[in-house]
Nanobody, 114 residues
């Protein structure tokens, strides 16, 4: 099992930036990709951005051009710009392992509101 710890959530005004971080520990050498998902109240969890250890990135259409995922060893970041007034959303970090299993973080709450 990989342990994931998210940080950087909080309250931000519409149009503002926020950066999330996720650090992996325990069995991190088995990771081959990491991603950010988000879940709003009453909605399904959805993929926001994903990065492979080979450097390939993918983004949800709704965040393309505004969000950037990056990686530094076993830590990933999500730079979010031009945030929309979506209320409160929980962002989850996810790690895919070469074994085919996935691990999840506890989530970081992001509130976009004036």
């Amino acid at each position: 099992q990989v342990q994931l710890l998210e940080s950087g959530g909080g309250l931000v005004q519409p149009g503002g930036p926020l950066r999330l971080s996720c650090a992996a520990s325990r069995n991190k050498f088995s990771i081959n990709a990491m991603a950010w998902y988000r879940q709003a109240p009453g909605k399904e969890r959805e993929l926001v951005a994903r990065i492979t250890w080979g450097g390939t990135t993918d983004y949800a259409d709704t965040v393309k051009g505004r969000f950037t995922i990056s990686r530094d060893n076993a830590k990933i970041y999500l730079q979010m710009n031009s945030l929309e007034p979506d209320g409160t959303t929980v962002y989850y970090c996810q790690a895919d392992r070469v074994t085919g299993t996935a691990s999840w973080g506890q989530g970081a709450q992001v509130t976009v509101s004036s």
